[in-house]
């Protein structure tokens, strides 16, 4: 009897987890979007976006409610990572209500997704504390090329910010983009494009609807704007009647009115205690010059440890540094911290300074015709100076005057420079009424220089010995400091070791010296290697080597024949002279030609001279910081095609 009742049961339960998996079933919305067609992509086409839509309906009481449906067609096995859905909310201020998904396999069968499948986790688990979290169901594992995933979430929150930002796309194509915003009765919306002619919104009562359609795929190019510059976007502001403020939300229309919300979240949080007094006056007191004193100051807040503390973010709390007191005393902070730390300790030395909005990633970002305090994501510094101080980083202000420009979070970029992904980009000088936005300085490419001096005896047998000295400034020493400081001393040596034997083949490299000079802000860096048979020994009689026997490190590959965007170039200039000691017994019988190249983008030259029993070999590359527009891409392909063929270009050596 026992036994009969728990067959049956076994059955029962059987039976119905059956029924589960035959009952799983899209929702019309996703069946309809599995049967449309896929258009024709490029055959490294991971995925096609089917539908992406957001429907946000924003109350009077200050409460935003977001439904957003999302579908996607994996075409590649590679794609399986894009059937995820994601939603981001603060816990401070909202919830994510609800989250179902869905796949349809190729096949027709279906898979669920809901609660059990849903993961809470923190946005950032690097941060010591952060209330931004996202809601995630991962349905990679089950998808497969021709599969199609779907997903809906409800999202509430409470936010004094009366604006969003719209991506239509980001690499993939999309079939179908929308974003619709239903305001309270008698509120408007107005709208700034990005990366795109004019959207207008379709009206309909106090519902609007912005909608683009068949996206085409932004395929990755080297050296081309980020993604952010290129797909197209909207930045929605929305506003309530003039004669019935809303007390919920903080609107701006200008940058003045940004920049002076702004300064009463910072400025209160500026003030030295006395222990942070009296760090600022040890670390400067053997300092004469205000631009030593800032370095001084500037290199201690970027040693403080980065953590970040996102408190209120909707609410604006995300925005308001931790007293500079406090991030002294307990030593860490984030990147506005770091920023108010460094202002509270300059004005102890009664030196000025302000906090800059800025967008880390992307200079294109910001754009000047909407007013937000949300196009930023970083916090660095501007100072006040004298015209005692001279760097490449200061730019002047109309009212405020001269203004140094430094990332104090960046531990790799000393003072007088900034990182690559910040200058030129807009940014916003936190000033009260008399802050705007400024473009950042471009430092000139004189200022970012790499120099290095090859010393090599060549035998008769082809084996090479060679010593390197490297002197690499600006953006070079940033980048060569970053590499150091982010490897063990093995790896960094097996870095050093690949460069020098993709020139050098079979290279024993007998001696690495890196030294960072933070004074100067400098980094330089000594080589010894040997490399056997570097020389080609022909019939006993000739012998064959390219005088460029390592590569510049930074090279820009651009063997497509078609481009779509425009080519990305920095600031950044090369020098390289190499004396080689010929072997006895041995004469030049050929010469590569002297190579000049002048362009509006750059200038390259090499040149070649036999002189006391020594080879000397020079190369020099200057390359501006401009975009090249698609239209003149052959132009700067040739240029890079030209000096990567002078820098195979062999010497060749005859027996006297």
């Known amino acids: 009897m026992r036994r009969t009742l728990l067959a049956t049961i076994t059955l029962i339960m059987l039976t119905a987890a059956t029924a589960r998996a035959a009952g799983d079933e899209a929702p019309p919305w996703l069946q309809q979007l599995a049967k449309l067609p896929t258009p024709t992509y490029e055959k490294d086409v991971p995925a096609v976006v089917l539908q992406d839509e957001e429907r946000v309906t924003v109350s009077e009481d200050g409460r935003i409610t977001t439904v957003s449906t999302f579908a996607i067609r994996i075409l590649l096995r590679e794609g399986r990572?894009?059937?995820?859905?994601?939603?981001?909310?603060?816990?401070?201020?909202?919830?994510?209500?609800?989250?179902?998904?869905?796949?349809?396999?190729?096949?027709?069968?279906?898979?669920?997704?809901?609660?059990?499948?849903?993961?809470?986790?923190?946005?950032?688990?690097?941060?010591?504390?952060?209330?931004?979290?996202?809601?995630?169901?991962?349905?990679?594992?089950?998808?497969?090329?021709?599969?199609?995933?779907?997903?809906?979430?409800?999202?509430?929150?409470?936010?004094?910010?009366?604006?969003?930002?719209?991506?239509?796309?980001?690499r993939l194509p999309v079939l179908s983009s929308r974003y619709v915003l239903t305001l309270p009765q008698g509120w408007v919306a107005r709208n700034a494009t990005f990366n795109h002619a004019t959207i207008s919104p379709v009206i309909s009562g106090s519902t609007y609807t912005w909608e683009l359609s068949n996206l085409p795929p932004i395929a990755p190019e080297p050296s081309s704007p980020r993604v952010s510059s290129l797909a197209p976007r909207i930045a929605v502001s929305f506003y309530p009647p003039a004669d019935k403020p809303s007390s919920n939300f903080k609107t701006f229309t200008t940058w003045a009115q940004v920049s002076y919300w702004l300064s009463e979240l910072h400025d209160p949080q500026a003030t030295p205690s006395e222990a942070l007094a009296e760090k600022a006056r040890q670390l400067t007191a053997n300092h004469k010059t205000e631009l030593d004193k800032i370095k001084a100051i500037g290199s201690f807040v970027q040693n403080i440890r980065y953590i970040a503390i996102a408190i209120g973010v909707k609410r604006g709390g995300g925005?308001?540094?931790?007293?500079?007191?406090?991030?002294?005393?307990?030593?860490?902070?984030?990147?506005?911290?770091?920023?108010?730390?460094?202002?509270?300790?300059?004005?102890?030395?009664?030196?000025?300074?302000?906090?800059?909005?800025?967008?880390?990633?992307?200079?294109?970002?910001?754009r000047d015709e909407w007013a937000s305090p949300n196009q930023f994501n970083h916090c660095i510094i501007a100072i006040k100076v004298s015209d005692e101080t001279q760097t490449a980083t200061v730019v002047t202000h109309p009212t405020l005057g001269r203004l140094l420009m430094f990332d104090a979070t960046d531990e790799d970029t000393r003072v007088g420079d900034l990182p690559d992904h910040e200058q030129g980009s807009w940014a916003l000088i936190v000033a009260g009424e008399s802050g705007s936005l400024l473009r950042m300085p471009v430092t000139p490419v004189e200022s970012n220089l790499l120099e290095r001096r090859i010393e090599a005896n060549l035998t008769a047998d082809g084996s090479l010995a060679v010593k390197i000295q490297e002197q690499a400034n600006g953006r070079w020493a940033s980048g060569y400091r970053a590499e150091f400081r982010r490897s063990s001393r093995s790896d960094y040596q097996k870095v050093i070791e690949g460069w020098v034997s993709a020139g050098a083949t079979a290279a024993t490299v007998n001696k690495v010296e890196p030294r960072d000079d933070a004074t100067a802000g400098q980094f330089n860096l000594d080589i010894d290697f040997t490399a056997p048979s570097y020389g080609q020994v022909m019939q006993d009689r000739l012998l064959i080597f390219k005088p460029a026997i390592v590569s510049r490190r930074e090279s820009l590959a651009l063997t497509e024949a078609k481009r779509k965007h425009p080519v990305v170039l920095t600031s950044n200039a090369y020098s390289e002279t190499l004396s080689l000691k010929l072997p006895a017994g041995f004469a030049v019988d050929e010469l590569p030609d002297a190579v000049k190249l002048d362009t509006a983008f750059g200038s390259y030259a090499t040149n070649y001279e036999v002189k006391d029993g020594h080879l000397v070999f020079t190369r020099k590359l200057v390359q501006k910081a401009v975009t090249v527009p698609v239209d003149q891409y052959a132009a700067v392909r040739s240029f890079f095609e030209k000096i990567r063929a002078a820098e195979q270009s062999p010497v060749v050596l005859a027996r006297k």
Request: charged share 30%.
């Open 81 to 170: 990572h894009f059937a995820k859905a994601v939603e981001f909310y603060e816990n401070d201020a909202g919830k994510v209500r609800e989250m179902k998904a869905w796949l349809i396999r190729s096949g027709g069968t279906v898979k669920k997704y809901g609660k059990d499948e849903t993961i809470d986790a923190v946005e950032d688990p690097n941060d010591i504390y952060n209330e931004s979290r996202l809601k995630m169901i991962n349905g990679s594992d089950d998808a497969d090329a021709g599969a199609v995933f779907g997903y809906q979430s409800t999202t509430e929150e409470r936010s004094i910010f009366s604006h969003d930002v719209w991506a239509f796309q980001n």
């Open 319 to 366: 925005m308001r540094p931790r007293a500079a007191a406090e991030v002294f005393a307990k030593g860490y902070g984030d990147c506005k911290d770091k920023a108010n730390l460094m202002r509270a300790m300059l004005k102890v030395l009664n030196i000025t300074s302000y906090p800059v909005g800025i967008y880390s990633g992307d200079p294109e970002y910001v």
